[in-house]
Structures are given as C-alpha cells and as structure tokens.
C-alpha cells in the first residue's frame, strides 16, 4: 500500500514513539524511535542503509559512522528480518535518493541509539518484495513470515475492512451478532460432516456445523428478529482453490420478510460494503430466473460481463436424420449451440474442445467453422441445407465464426457450453476490465434429481419454501423461494424464505423421501420449536473468504485466510491432522483399526 496509513499516534514507550509509515517529511528535525523487521540491509562500507518495516510500512535507517559507537557496530550486524528498536534524527534525503514509491520516501531517519529486540535465523524465502515462485507448502509451513510480505498483510487488512463495514450497516438496521455453537448436531447443508467423539458418551458424536442454519432458524422462533454472524463452518469435502474445510459466512436471517425484503436488505449492504471497497454497481440488480439463466449462459451463476449467449436448436432439429442430435431429442433431451465468434482455431484447438467439453460432463461436442460455402465440421455432411441455415440463423453465425453445439440430457447440453463460454471468454480476452455485473437468480428449482442416490434432492436445503403447492407427482416442477447472488459469475451467496408452517414441511420432507421418524430423529427440535409459534423468516449467507478473494484481485480463497489448509487439506504449519495418544483415544472409547493407523 502506497498510502500513508491512517494509523493512531503511538503512546510513547521503551520501544517507539511513532510507527515507520509515519515518519514524513513533517518531522524533519524531530527526534524519533521506531521499531520492527529488518526489511532490506544495504551495506556501503562506511554508511549503511536499512528499510525498517511494521505494519504500517517502511522507513529508511542510515547508520552513519558517525554516530560511531555502540549503534554502528550493532549496524554492521544486522540481518534481515533481526527486529530492532533505533532513535535518532528525521532527516530530508537530498533530491537523488527521495524515493517516489514511499509515503515515507522523503526522509532518512540517522539513527543515534540502537537496540537488538530480537535475532532472526535466515528466512526460508525472502520476504522482501514478493516473488510469486515460493511454494505454496513452504508459504503455509511458515505463514507467518509469508504474512510478513505487503501483499498479505493488504489481504488481511482489507477482509477487516470488510467485516467492519459489515457489522457497521447491520448494526444499523438492527440485527444482533449471535454467537452459535460449534460442538452441535448435523446440519443440513448436504455435504459430508465433521464429527467429534464424545469423551462423555462414548459412542456418540458432536457434528461441526456445515452452516448456523438450524440455529439462526431457532433465533427466529426465539424472537430476536434481525440476526447475523461471522461465523466458521466445516464441510469436509475436497479442497479447490476456492474451497476450505473451515470457511467463513457472513449468515443473516429475518423475521417476518418475503423474497422482496430480504433482497432489498441485501442489496443495500452489497452497495454499502462492496461501495466502501470501490466496487460501484446500480441498484436495484437485475432478477434472472434460473431457468433462463441455464437456457442463456448454461450456468446457474452467470458472467453478464460479456456475450457469447446460448441459443436453443432443440426444436430446429427435431425431425433431423442426424442420429447424434435427434436420439437426444426424442428421448427429452436438448441440443444447444454457441457461436464462439471468429476465432483463429486450428483443428488441433477444435479438437481440444471437445476434449474439454467432455471434462465437463458432455459425451460429445459438435464444432463447426462457418464459411462462404457451408459449414467446415465433421457433422456438415448429416445435416440438412435446412437446418445448417436454421443454425446459422439461430446462432447469428456470419463467415469466419466457430460455432459449438452439444446434445444431451437434462441440462448437461447448457452447461457444458455454459463452462466452455467461460473458458473462452478468460482465453480470448472478451471480459472487459473494470466492469462489475451483480445479479440475483432467482426461481430455482425446489429439488434436483441425484442419479447416484436416485432420489430427489433439496437444491438449496430442506427448509426452503416452495413457492406454491408441491405436486408429490412431479417433484421437479416445484420452484423454491430461494435466490442466489452472483458477481462477475461468482456465487457471493445464496439463501432462501423458509418453511413455517408444519404441513408444508412435511410434504417437503416426504418429497425428500425423509421418513416421519428420520425427520423427527434428525430435525426434530427445529420441528419442535415451530409448533410454539414461528414467524415468517428467510435470510442468507455469503461465502466471505470468496468476497474478499474477489475484492483482493485474487482467485484463491487461501490468499485472503491468515492461516489456511493445503490443498491436501492438511496445515503444514502445525501438521494437522495429526495422530493423537493412544490415551486419548481410550478416553474417548475409540480403537482404531490396526490398518488405518497413521505413521
Ligand atoms: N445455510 C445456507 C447455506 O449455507 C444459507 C441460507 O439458506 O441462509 O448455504
């Protein structure tokens, strides 16, 4: 940060009286004491030149052999990351060494005193300037010297920024900050848990919460109205660059709100603190149902930052003699198509395409180059003059463009061409810089087929209202109430109005194929508590680590923790996971199996 940093004055002590970004040309002449990390040491012989740095920035030493004695010598010792405490005079550089890239640039401080506060051995990585090839194991087995680097400590200081600026417009609109238990019970998010044995009764478990779903509905019951918290949740799932074990929500929820409230809220506080970072966007945002979300950009959280929309052949090929697309058809399914523009592509880039829309979930993918004469592709010779103009036609296409189409069931067709559009648009440069596109989706689906369990699934959870009666015939029409937001085609977060009535519950579970008791022995006490009177509530929760890696520039939520897990999920810091005493297992009556035994 080339800022001066807005810090408080320092009281006075043995140590310092001012901090390092803070010594500017106003106190030329004044005598002062700072303290911190040997930045950079450069030695000139005789003089010898030290960047001091704290958390506010850097300040220029200079140990003259003047000031002789004791400091000099102690001088000459020095090694980065050494911390030291020195005083002496603020000093203006001459004209050829002010440094134009420090607030603090003008000046040189010439040390009189001098004292050693601690030794540092020599770092594993230089934390001088930030060079992007270190490790990222090395970075998290010494963490905090990787937050000791300007890049990190701007992270950590802009996710405070971020928090603070939350809790200050909730704090405004009345919600209370609700601590929720961690040690508790399995909740409903759908991912798998992380249980803790019970030392007390053996044999039974704590769950760590996926999110403070079922609690923040309990404050609701309870009559606390406006609730929000920072609060950790654990998935244990496989880590991605944007994926924790342990993460952060900013989770909210409202008493006596509609779909309409509760976005209105929300939109204020995006403007409010995404504002106080400089993000700018006009409200209200824009409302895309799901289902035109998946039919345009074949996503469910689109980047509306660019074109490249999806257009729907489907019914133009319905009486097509090309197998491919017409067994699709008939059998339910979609045939999709997406003109990639122009675009300089050789065969061997085609065929990457195809390759990477099988990565995706596709079976395959159909290219073609649009040229004076037909289409250059290996499906041209299968399709009618007809249907290539009907196409061509559907998809804009004009000579030179690269045209994509993919048949499949469900809406596999869409959101494979959904993720190459987002391939394309990162490789080919079409997003533009500087542009920030909010929206809300809206009118989801209320539950998902799972082929793997085959049953029917909450999309959102369990306790997310439907938007009208539920037909237990077709499961899948029913739409939910729920709402995700999306920035830049990044999910920030989702939420729902709940169920409150018991009926409507009920159904929902039976749709779920959650029997009565499994219902009881699960959710029991939520279901409990609504029959003592609960109000009509719905909230949200944002991913925070995702707003702030977004608002930081970077595409790794581990850039904006303090001290995250590797992608292995394990902490190369302290070593957790870690094996424990056999002790400790046999209080908690826990045996493991021979096999299993780590080490
Ligand atoms: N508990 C939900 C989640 O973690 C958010 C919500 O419905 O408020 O995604």
């Known amino acids: 940060m080339t800022d001066v940093p807005d810090f408080p004055a320092l009281r006075a002590n043995a140590f310092r009286d001012a901090w390092c970004g803070q010594v500017l040309a106003d106190r030329v002449d004044q005598t002062v004491r700072v303290a911190g990390w040997v930045h950079r040491r450069r030695d000139h012989g005789g003089l010898i030149f030290i960047d001091l740095r704290d958390r506010t920035g850097l300040v220029q030493l200079v140990f003259n052999p003047d000031a002789a004695g004791a400091a000099q010598e102690l001088g000459h010792r020095l090694r980065a990351e050494d911390v030291i405490s020195v005083s002496g005079e603020v000093v203006r550089r001459s004209a050829e060494t002010v440094n134009a890239e420090l607030p603090t640039g003008e000046v040189e401080l010439r040390v009189a005193e001098a004292e050693l506060l601690a030794d540092a051995e020599t770092p594993p990585f230089e934390i001088e300037g930030y060079s992007g090839e270190v490790g990222e194991e090395l970075r998290l087995r010494y963490r905090y010297l990787d937050l000791r680097r300007e890049r990190m400590r701007d992270a950590l200081t802009l996710r405070h920024r971020v928090t603070a600026a939350i809790r200050e417009f909730l704090d405004g609109e009345g919600f209370l900050d609700i601590e929720t238990p961690v040690l508790t019970r399995s909740t409903p998010e759908g991912a798998r848990d992380f249980l803790v044995p019970s030392r007390q009764q ?38 991605r660059a944007d994926r924790q074990l342990d993460f952060t929500q900013l989770d909210l929820e409202m008493s006596f709100v509609g779909v309409d409230d509760v976005i209105e809220l929300n939109e204020r506080l995006l403007a409010s603190v995404l504002g106080s970072m400089g993000v700018e966007f006009e409200l209200p945002l824009k409302r895309i149902p799901y289902d035109e979300a998946i039919a345009r950009w074949g996503s469910d959280k689109p980047d509306l930052r660019y074109g490249l929309e999806l257009a729907d052949l489907t019914d133009r090929l319905r009486e097509t003699g090309f197998n491919a697309f017409r067994g699709v058809i008939d059998a339910g399914g979609s045939v999709k198509g997406l003109n990639a523009g122009a675009r300089e592509m050789s065969r061997a880039d085609l065929d990457g395409l195809v390759e990477e829309a099988k990565e995706l979930g596709a079976k395959g ?56 559009r987002t391939r394309l648009a990162a490789r080919y440069g079409l997003i533009p810089e ?20 085959g049953r029917w699934d909450a999309l959102h959870h369990p306790f997310t209202s439907p938007a009208g009666p539920l037909d237990p015939d077709d499961p899948g029409s029913a739409r939910a109430l729920a ?42 006490f939520l279901l409990e508590a609504f029959r003592y009177g609960a109000p009509p509530h719905g909230g949200i929760a944002y991913g925070l680590d995702r707003m702030v890696a977004l608002l930081h520039g970077t595409d790794s939520i581990r850039d904006v923790i303090a001290f995250p897990k590797a992608a292995s999920g394990g902490d190369p810091l302290t070593g957790a996971p870690a094996p424990v005493d056999e002790q400790q297992l046999r209080e908690l009556g826990i045996a493991l199996r021979a096999a299993k035994r780590p080490g």
């Not at 061509?392 to 030179?400: F, I, P, T, V």
């Not at 500087?434 to 369990?453: H, K, M, Q, R, T």
């Not at 169920?499 to 699960?522: C, H, K, N, Y």
């Open 434 to 453: 500087g542009v920030n596109e909010l929206a809300w989706i809206v009118d989801w689906p209320l539950f998902e087929w799972s082929e793997e369990e």
């Open 483 to 524: 709402y995700d937001v999306t920035w830049n085609g990044v999910e920030l977060g989702g939420g729902s109005v709940r169920i409150s009535d018991p009926e409507v519950q009920r159904a929902v579970f039976t749709a779920l194929g959650i029997s009565p008791e499994d219902a009881e022995a699960r959710f029991g």
């Open 202 to 239: 053996q044999g039974s478990f704590y769950a760590l919460p996926q999110s403070p779903q079922l609690f923040k509905q309990l404050l609701m019951v309870a009559g606390l109205e406006r609730y929000y918290q920072i609060a950790r949740c654990f998935r244990d799932e496989d880590l």
């Open 365 to 420: 993918l159909v290219w073609a180059v649009v040229e004076a004469d037909g289409w250059r592709s290996p499906v041209a010779k299968f399709l009618s003059e007809d249907e290539l103009a009907a196409i061509n036609g559907d998809l804009e296409a004009s000579e030179g463009d690269v045209l994509l189409i993919a048949a499949d069931h469900g809406n596999v067709a869409a959101t494979v061409l959904g993720g190459l």
